[in-house]
């Protein structure tokens, strides 16, 4: 049975109407500003300045490749982190997972607690002591400051989700193959890890979304270019481009593009992740 | 194993890391004129040269020392004016601070001094040794502490009223000799369509120099350094209210009032090489921006003046606000002979001529690197007019304790925007030198 | 090998040999996330100079000053408002949203909007907030060429130069950016109800609005009251947006707490402070966690 789709119109005939209208109007609030940018970086900077509403009169490639050049570095560290912090984030709360829901640990509202606890501490408040910590530790600027991080303070809100997932799947797989003499380790890879699919998808495009765009962690902990994540880079683009808006555009816009496309390939799978996890 | 293994590593590094080390020295490192200099290693150096139009100089420096020293990697952090205060205090805050790196002079500079954080420099670059014999002796002056020497000046800045001869042309005004003449001039200007004076105050150090100039020509030399120092501070000056309020009349006539907040500074420098507005307030490394072969406004329309003084002041009317720039070099670097022997080689007179010419206009503050023929006229001008002050007054926000200095800036745009009255603002940087007594 | 071994524990301590799950979990949050949040209490007793590495205990001093901070009081305002309007904009704007979304007939136009709606949820704050400078910039941004364009001129300001208009601009851009994520979670949410309730609606003659009221509504009270709990946590964390477009000025107008600690710890230097001002967002996030807790424990309950 399909939920919750109206077989019939849900809305009458002059309601629709007027609220395809605000739908419409909505889309462009949300479009418009978006094209601004992209058609921005084809323009000089002085037609910027000039008519900043106009289609770009020659379409000139010269601040996007500007921008690509200017941006590979920090691509390559956004993705070096995104990839790895989420590979990790994903494995170590799925594992988390599931000891909290399939073994027999001790203690375990504690360990839900402590855990799940993560998700309402801030990590405005950690900045302060993570400074020193970090710096004692000698990974100061460096991806593994940020790969860690990123795995310690999203491993509470993932283990959240795939746990509340997990609880849902029925046990008789698990008490089959227990009989049949495997081990937990084999139950984890063999039964429970395919089942949990949607969820793990949608953890991983959130976890995407949460790497790829951070920027406090990054702008603190990083500092040589090398290092240095997207979103930083393109604050020191800010104040070294000045008033070069369209060369900024450009790099807006490079920046943006991955995440909007990854999202779109993904969307189907991450909403039924969501749907499936969400409404326990 | 799994449960092992990242047991002990994380006991091992948590006791590092609740160790309250700081990184804090117990002494100052002091420069060793007979340390021989090793070839080797990767120097990192913290630059204010991050925009477009200078970024070139130290990259070109950089691989011509890299080039004749193979085995030397020098690895560059280029700032701009303003993140690089922000990168400088993250810098510090994380114990990263890099071999060299930039700073400017007074209580700025003064803190490195203070958590021995800098080199002394004296044996090295004092005024009896060969290499502090060629540098200006005021530059390198300006960098004292406590009797010694921890700055390399790496050029001098002072702040002029740069302009577009051709407007003034065609609008029929001369260069005002005193403040009420700028804002007789202000008012034509406006009646003829341009935007007298650019301003741009998102970035508040800029009304900030406005008023240390205004300060300098209202209040005496001997007070204001008195009130610089926290210990000492009284603020009781009626030249301060003075100087405000002839800022207030500046912001009103000539500028586009309480907007400047959320303007930056860069549009403002471009109205003016736009040829929109007549005037911009700027430093002489910034002359070489506002008119340039690519510019609207070309280099031979461009001039400059200083602010003129209101005639009466109680201050200084020869004073001029202005500080040389420069480097120090960080004691907690592997490798201070070699941090010293890059510097040497950028204070070099032809890397000096270099600086001082267009594109860049910085001039040097190494004798002998300034090259008239090479350089932008208005440079030249900006210098010799600059040898011509009574005294230089630096910026107020980096020669004071960083709480006074924030509160000139939060306060004084404040005050730009027309929500707080003189008296106020002096009040509350009076309660923050308190506060940082 | 590996079996025995696991067997041999298994049969021993069942309980301590399965902790190696979540040793890892518990490690790193233990380390990274709550050993912070401690220490950080700890820093706030002390004063230091991050330039001579000096620590000194203070005691309480660092609250006492918070307590008489004016811009404390601005920050908290700017952060209550923020929560205020957010719930308002992604909580109760974005379900009616998702309601008429969910009420069209075809699947495709439904994916659609669901998806531009969420781009800007998609694009970092970064740009965002670099955007939205951009389209408030006077003269060459867009909003105000799309005022001088219906003739409303006098209407524009220095949206970021003003204090009075700076903040509401800066949380007009959070509402853009984040609506469309919300929007997503109650098309989730509203989708779980059967259909069969709409249609027995239906039958008793109630309109659209009527079964949005009585069913959808009561229905997706348990999104609901997270998505208030969630938004609410967020606004006092708010630190991108403000940072890339103000950095908390003109004149600490638009401070939040978060950049109000940024700036007293790394610009002045004063990280014991910074941390004090940490504490107090992590008292107010903890209110937060303990009414999230105790709320969806309650539902539980009733369910």
Redesign the interface.
């Given at each position: 049975?399909?939920?919750?789709?109206?077989?019939?119109?849900?809305?009458?005939g002059m309601?629709r109407a007027f609220?395809w209208a605000?739908?419409f109007a909505?889309?462009v609030?949300?479009?418009?500003?978006?094209l601004?940018?992209a058609l921005g970086g084809f323009k000089s900077n002085s037609e910027?300045?000039d008519s900043?509403?106009s289609l770009p009169g020659s379409w000139s490639l010269t601040n996007y490749v500007a921008a690509w050049h200017a941006t590979q570095g920090y691509l390559f560290s956004s993705l070096l982190v995104t990839v790895v912090s989420t590979v990790t984030t994903v494995l170590?709360?799925a594992?988390?997972a599931?000891?909290?829901t399939r073994?027999?640990?001790?203690g375990k509202p504690l360990?839900v607690g402590?855990?799940l606890?993560?998700?309402?501490?801030?990590?405005?408040?950690?900045?302060?002591?993570?400074?020193?910590?970090?710096?004692?530790?000698g990974i100061?600027?460096t991806h593994a400051a940020l790969i860690?991080?990123y795995?310690?303070?999203r491993?509470?809100f993932t283990?959240f989700l795939i746990r509340a997932y997990m609880l849902d799947l029925p046990r008789d797989l698990d008490e089959a193959a227990m009989m049949d003499g495997a081990?937990?380790g084999q139950i984890f890879r063999k039964i429970i890890l395919p089942l949990c699919q949607p969820i793990l998808i949608s953890c991983v495009v959130l976890h995407i979304?949460f790497a790829?765009?951070?920027?406090?962690f990054a702008m603190?902990?990083t500092?040589?270019?090398s290092v240095q994540t997207?979103?930083?880079g393109?604050?020191?683009m800010?104040?070294?481009?000045?008033?070069?808006?369209a060369a900024?555009?450009a790099a807006?816009t490079i920046?943006?593009l991955p995440?909007?496309i990854?999202?779109?390939l993904t969307?189907?799978y991450f909403?039924r992740g969501?749907?499936e996890g969400?409404?326990k | 194993m799994r449960l092992h293994m990242p047991g002990l590593t994380a006991v091992v590094a948590l006791a590092a890391s609740l160790g309250w080390t700081g990184g804090a020295i117990a002494q100052t490192t002091v420069a060793d004129p007979a340390a021989p200099v090793e070839y080797s290693g990767n120097l990192k150096v913290l630059t204010k040269f991050g925009t477009q139009r200078l970024q070139p100089y130290f990259v070109e420096i950089a691989k011509a020392y890299e080039a004749a020293h193979p085995g030397v990697t020098v690895e560059l952090i280029q700032e701009d004016d303003d993140s690089v205060k922000g990168k400088t205090k993250t810098l510090v805050a994380s114990n990263a601070i890099p071999d060299v790196f930039f700073s400017w002079t007074g209580t700025w500079g003064g803190n490195f001094v203070r958590g021995k954080r800098a080199v002394d420099l004296t044996p090295v670059i004092g005024p009896d040794t060969e290499w502090g014999k060629t540098l200006a002796p005021a530059a390198v002056g300006a960098f004292v502490y406590d009797g010694k020497y921890y700055g390399i000046p790496l050029y001098l800045d002072a702040k002029f009223m740069g302009y577009n001869k051709a407007i003034f042309a065609e609008v029929g005004i001369e260069v005002p000799k005193d403040l009420d003449g700028l804002l007789a001039a202000c008012d034509k200007l406006k009646a003829a369509g341009y935007t007298p004076i650019a301003i741009g105050n998102k970035e508040p150090w800029v009304a900030v120099h406005y008023l240390g100039q205004l300060l300098a020509y209202n209040v005496p030399k001997d007070v204001l350094e008195a009130d610089f120092d926290p210990a000492t501070a009284t603020y009781s000056d009626p030249g301060y209210v003075a100087a405000l309020d002839q800022f207030r009349q500046i912001a009103d006539r000539c500028t586009v009032g309480a907007d400047m907040n959320g303007i930056s500074y860069q549009a403002a420098l471009q109205e003016l090489s736009d040829g929109k507005a007549a005037m911009y307030y700027q430093e002489i490394i910034e002359f070489d921006n506002s008119a340039n072969p690519s510019t609207k406004l070309k280099p031979e329309e461009f001039g400059f003046f200083r602010l003129p003084a209101p005639a009466g002041a109680k201050g200084d009317p020869n004073a001029l606000e202005g500080a040389p720039e420069g480097y120090m070099i960080s004691a907690a670097s592997p490798n201070v002979p070699l941090a010293l022997d890059f510097m040497k080689f950028v204070t070099t007179p032809e890397n000096g001529k270099v600086l001082s010419a267009p594109p860049y206009g910085q001039p040097s503050a190494v004798i002998g690197g300034a090259d008239p023929a090479t350089m932008n006229p208005a440079v030249v001008g900006g210098l010799e007019d600059l040898a011509k002050a009574s005294y230089l007054i630096q910026w107020l926000d980096t020669v004071n304790h960083p709480k006074v200095a924030a509160a000139w800036l939060s306060n004084l745009q404040a005050f730009a925007g027309g929500s707080m009255s003189a008296e106020d603002v002096v009040a509350q940087v009076q309660a923050a030198a308190e506060a940082a007594k | 090998m590996r079996g025995a071994r696991s067997s041999r524990l298994q049969n021993a301590l069942p309980g301590i040999w399965a902790l190696r799950w979540i040793a890892i979990a518990i490690g790193i949050v233990g380390w990274f996330v709550y050993y912070p949040i401690v220490n950080n209490f700890l820093v706030s007793t002390t004063n230091q100079d991050i330039f001579t590495g000096e620590v000194t205990n203070v005691g309480l001093d660092n609250y006492r000053r918070l307590a008489s901070d004016p811009v404390i009081g601005t920050a908290l305002f700017n952060n209550s408002m923020y929560a205020v309007l957010s719930v308002v904009f992604q909580v109760f704007a974005a379900f009616w949203l998702a309601a008429i979304i969910e009420g069209l007939k075809s699947e495709r136009w439904r994916s659609i909007w669901r998806a531009v709606y969420f781009i800007p949820s998609a694009i970092s704050t970064t740009v965002t907030g670099l955007l939205f400078y951009f389209i408030y910039q006077p003269n060459v941004g867009i909003l105000d060429g799309l005022l001088t364009h219906f003739r409303l001129e006098h209407l524009s300001r220095v949206w970021l130069g003003d204090p009075q208009t700076a903040i509401y601009a800066i949380v007009a851009m959070s509402q853009w950016q984040g609506f469309g994520y919300s929007t997503l979670l109650f098309s989730v949410a509203i989708q779980k109800i059967p259909q069969e309730l709409y249609d027995a609606a239906r039958m008793d003659g109630a309109g659209p609005l009527r079964q949005l009221i009585s069913i959808t509504l009561p229905l997706t009270r348990e999104m609901t009251g997270m998505m208030i709990i969630v938004t609410v946590t967020g606004a006092f964390q708010v630190f991108n947006e403000v940072m890339v477009m103000t950095a908390g000025g003109p004149n600490n107008s638009t401070q939040v707490l978060g950049t109000w600690l940024y700036e007293q710890g790394f610009n002045q230097n004063d990280m014991g402070y910074a941390a004090a001002i940490g504490s107090l967002i992590f008292a107010i996030t903890m209110l937060c966690g303990v009414a999230q807790l105790w709320y969806t424990r309650r539902r539980r309950v009733l369910a």
């Open positions: 049975m399909t939920e919750g789709h109206p077989t019939q119109a849900f809305w009458p309601v609220l605000f739908l909505i889309g609030l949300v479009v418009y500003p978006l601004w940018m910027i300045f900043p509403f170590i709360s594992w988390a599931f000891g909290l073994t027999e640990v001790p360990l402590f855990i606890g993560g998700m309402m501490l801030s990590p405005t408040v950690a900045l302060v002591p993570l400074v020193r910590m970090l710096q004692s530790l100061y600027d860690l991080l795995t310690a303070f491993v509470p283990t081990t937990p979304l790829w765009n951070e920027y406090l603190i902990f500092n040589s270019a997207l979103p930083v393109l604050t020191s800010m104040s070294k481009q000045g008033t070069n808006y900024l555009f807006m920046s943006a995440i909007v990854i999202f779109f969307q189907r909403i969501l749907t969400i409404g | - | -």
